[in-house]
């Protein structure tokens, strides 16, 4: 027995670098609740690889950033783990079968845009989701794991009540060419707007409004999909200074980028 | 900062991606190497941050150890789902000095030379396996193939060079 229990201890350096397959990963984890030795090794260990993983810190491209502040208003955090040992267990299994040994293929989130069977709640999630890759994994995640991590009403309603109640909000309106107009609340402190129109025409079938928050610059294909204007507001995450909310009508599920005039943009 | 980020705090969120962003993407980047898949896997990574930020437990362990091992781990994973067989068929010989490709924004940091100077007080052998391990995500059996040592020995050198490299980098927790 001996010798086991060396053999899995000797395993403290190449469980902290991920070089243990996912069956040792376990059997080592399960090794930890019963040695505080290891577990204090490992510990020590791993905040030394992550001054390795810190030694080859690289700027990431700017636009992640906005994508992933974005993305997070798409994303339903995980409530606090009660301590009851079974729910630890259950979460644990849940968290195991979301993440990370599942494969994952880039095309799965127009699966998950299939017609008919999500309410429109969860089609304006997905279709503003769709934007960015990051909140696709986001998704990604929702599939194997059950879709009440999406809550986008109940996330940005909270959102959406504080930046109109800013102190520094800042109202722009604008007429609309399809009739009616649209409102764009900015809170430059919270980088964020909220955008609702009034009175825009009935589209065909087929046809939606979306919105976007576009560069000042105004290089149409640097648009960023805010989500599909249904009769709500949307919030807009990540504004910066100068940028314009834009609307145009798109084909229904909405697309990746703007692909006819605006009907209208207004300044935030 | 990252309580504050379990609690909803989208700022708290915007002051820890100024803070993680880098090492998490240049992480990564450096076990990837493709930048359009590293830039995907790291807002996974950073995203998966947000979402689990309660899980985060601070009598445990830094909040840059927590996120950076989910970074890594998910770099890993990818590789070794996504192209398990082409890259160990296509890469037979290890290419053991990837200094080269450590871009110079990252070469003049004084994190980078810290690091540096504790991985060359290693030996090789301590050395190449660390660097294997986690800067090209191979696995330890990999690792022994690659460097044509055995297993246990391999597990050892690993274990020893990086308790050393604790040591030297003054690492306590």
Redesign the interface.
């Known amino acids: 027995m001996k010798n086991l229990r060396d053999d899995l201890h000797?395993?403290?350096?190449?469980y902290?670098?991920?070089?243990?397959?996912p069956d040792e990963r376990e059997e080592f984890e399960r090794h930890l609740q019963t040695c505080p030795a290891c577990d204090a090794?490992v510990?020590?260990?791993?905040?030394?690889?992550?001054?390795?993983?810190?030694?080859?810190?690289?700027?990431?491209?700017a636009r992640?950033?906005r994508?992933?502040?974005a993305?997070?208003?798409q994303?339903?955090?995980?409530?606090?783990?009660s301590g009851d040992p079974l729910s630890v267990a259950r979460e644990r299994r849940r968290?195991q079968a979301a993440?990370?040994?599942a494969?994952r293929k880039?095309s799965w989130s127009r699966r998950v845009l299939a017609p008919g069977q999500a309410s429109w709640t969860r089609r304006l999630a997905v279709a503003a989701a769709a934007a960015?890759?990051?909140?696709a994994?986001?998704l990604g995640?929702a599939q194997v794991s059950t879709q009440h991590?999406l809550d986008t009403t109940r996330a940005s309603g909270a959102?959406i009540a504080r930046v109109v109640t800013a102190a520094d909000a800042q109202v722009e309106s604008a007429p609309s060419k399809a009739g009616g107009s649209v409102t764009v609340v900015t809170s430059a402190q919270?980088r964020e707007s909220v955008v609702s129109a009034t009175g825009m025409a009935a589209l065909p079938a087929g046809r939606v409004y979306q919105v976007w928050v576009m560069a000042p610059d105004g290089a149409p294909f640097s648009a960023r999909s805010v989500g599909l204007l249904q009769d709500t507001q949307l919030l807009a995450?990540a504004v910066h200074r100068g940028d314009r909310i834009g609307i145009t009508v798109e084909p229904a599920g909405g697309t990746r980028q703007p692909t006819t005039t605006p009907v209208a943009v207004i300044p935030t | 900062m990252l309580t504050q980020v379990?609690r909803?705090d989208?700022?708290a969120?915007?002051l820890v991606?100024g803070e993680l962003?880098?090492?998490?993407?240049?992480?990564v980047?450096?076990v990837l190497r493709d930048p359009a898949q590293s830039?995907?896997v790291?807002?996974?990574v950073?995203?998966?941050i947000?979402?689990?930020?309660?899980?985060f437990d601070p009598a445990?362990?830094?909040g840059?150890?927590w996120a950076?091992?989910i970074?890594?781990?998910?770099a890993?994973?990818r590789i070794r789902?996504?192209n398990a067989s082409s890259r160990r068929e296509q890469k037979a010989a290890p290419d053991l000095t990837d200094e080269q490709d450590?871009?110079e924004?990252?070469t003049t940091?004084l994190?980078?030379q810290?690091?540096?100077r504790c991985l060359d007080g290693l030996t090789e052998l301590q050395r190449e396996s660390?660097k294997l391990?986690?800067?090209k995500?191979?696995?330890?059996p990999e690792?022994a193939t690659l460097l044509g040592v055995a297993l246990?020995t391999?597990?050892?050198r690993?274990?020893?060079?990086?308790?050393r490299?604790?040591d030297c980098?003054g690492?306590?927790?």
């Open positions: 000797v395993l403290t350096g190449s902290v670098l991920d070089a243990v397959s090794e510990r020590g260990l791993r905040e030394t690889a992550a001054r390795l993983a810190m030694a080859r810190a690289v700027a990431p491209p992640m950033e994508e992933v502040l993305a997070t208003y994303t339903r955090q995980l409530p606090p783990l968290v993440g990370v040994f494969p880039s960015s890759v990051a909140a994994a986001v995640i991590q959102a919270l995450a | 379990a909803g989208h700022h969120f915007e991606y962003s880098g090492p998490v993407y240049g992480v980047r450096q830039e995907e790291a807002q996974e950073l995203l998966e947000w979402r689990t930020a309660c899980r445990r362990g830094s840059a150890a950076l091992t970074a890594h781990r998910r890993v994973d789902t996504e450590v871009a924004e990252v940091s994190e980078y810290r690091v540096r660390i391990a986690y800067y995500g191979y696995s330890y690792v246990g391999v597990k050892t690993i274990r020893d060079g990086m308790i490299m604790r980098m690492v306590t927790w």
